[in-house]
């Protein structure tokens, strides 16, 4: 394993070249300064460029270089510490490949997606945070088997964390005053626990896949919905706090679904909606919702 540093213009090695030059198991160390240069391309497995002092080291676009950092090898490449700013498409496109590493990157105004998940699986996407992307989402997540933690997703122009693919984890986020939905789930089988989603501007969290489990979350004070599961069946739905939203507390349009222990306060249509059919609300709690406290307009559905 060897070290290679790296150091601004006018004097330093570009951070392309750097990673150009390393092989499997090297770390490119990148000193602290502004890099201006265009888009970095990690073709090399078990490759780490890692910021010396996070935060420290800066990728300016300009508002002119497309993305910061591009990832296409097949495996283990780790981008770790940056603070990423002004880039006309996504400012770190992984685009093939198995357990990539995007951990601890600050990113600020791209025009595309900050963090685009694009391919592969086995990603993990670890205390970033992504500020005023224009694109699809914040944080997107195409691949498989990922898991998305502690991550910061706010201000940006749709969806705050989308995941597209299925088998993923959404851990400990943080997501607040996007644009459309905080976080939505539109593939099978993905977890979400212990999220914060609040002030998003059409909905919190929307499930549109089955088999989606959601525990701990708290979504808080959005415009719409806070928690719904709008397409694909056997969801669960499990101590999720529901609260202050300008629509439906938690709304159900599917079927045989679990929701239990969850908590529904001062939202603004109703705490619980369920439309769809043969689903089970259990151990539930409720306070203040307008117009009543739960609505019920499908049929078979068990409410404990």
Request: hydrophobic share 40%; proline share 2%; no cysteine.
């Amino acid at each position: 394993m060897a070290i290679i540093s790296v150091f601004p213009s006018p004097t330093g090695t570009p951070i392309a070249t750097a990673v150009a030059s390393a092989v499997a198991g090297d770390v490119v160390l990148v000193n602290d300064g502004t890099y201006p240069e265009p888009a970095v391309t990690v073709a090399t497995s078990n490759v780490k460029v890692i910021a010396k002092n996070e935060g420290s080291a800066i990728r300016q676009g300009l508002n002119a270089a497309a993305s910061a950092f591009i990832v296409t090898a097949a495996t283990g490449v780790e981008i770790n510490g940056f603070k990423i700013q002004n880039y006309t498409a996504d400012a770190i496109d992984v685009t093939a490949g198995t357990n990539h590493r995007i951990i601890g990157n600050t990113i600020n105004n791209t025009l595309g997606i900050g963090i685009d998940l694009a391919a592969g699986t086995g990603h993990v996407a670890w205390r970033n945070s992504v500020q005023d992307a224009g694109g699809a989402a914040g944080i997107n997540v195409v691949s498989t088997d990922s898991w998305i933690v502690q991550n910061v997703s706010f201000s940006n122009t749709s969806v705050g964390i989308l995941l597209a693919g299925a088998n993923n984890a959404a851990i400990g986020n943080t997501v607040s005053q996007n644009g459309t939905i905080g976080i939505s789930s539109t593939a099978a089988n993905n977890l979400l626990f212990g999220n914060t989603v609040s002030q998003n501007g059409t909905s919190g969290i929307t499930v549109a896949a089955a088999n989606n489990v959601l525990i701990r979350n708290n979504a808080e004070n959005n415009t719409g919905i806070g928690v719904s599961i709008t397409t694909g069946d056997n969801g669960y739905l499990g101590a999720n706090d529901s609260d202050g939203n300008t629509q439906t507390g938690i709304a159900i349009a599917t079927d045989f679904n679990s929701v239990e222990f969850n908590e529904m306060e001062l939202n603004q249509n109703f705490g619980l909606l369920i439309s769809g059919d043969e689903n089970t609300a259990f151990g539930n709690r409720f306070t203040g919702n307008t117009p009543t406290q739960i609505s019920v307009t499908g049929t078979d559905n068990n409410l404990f």
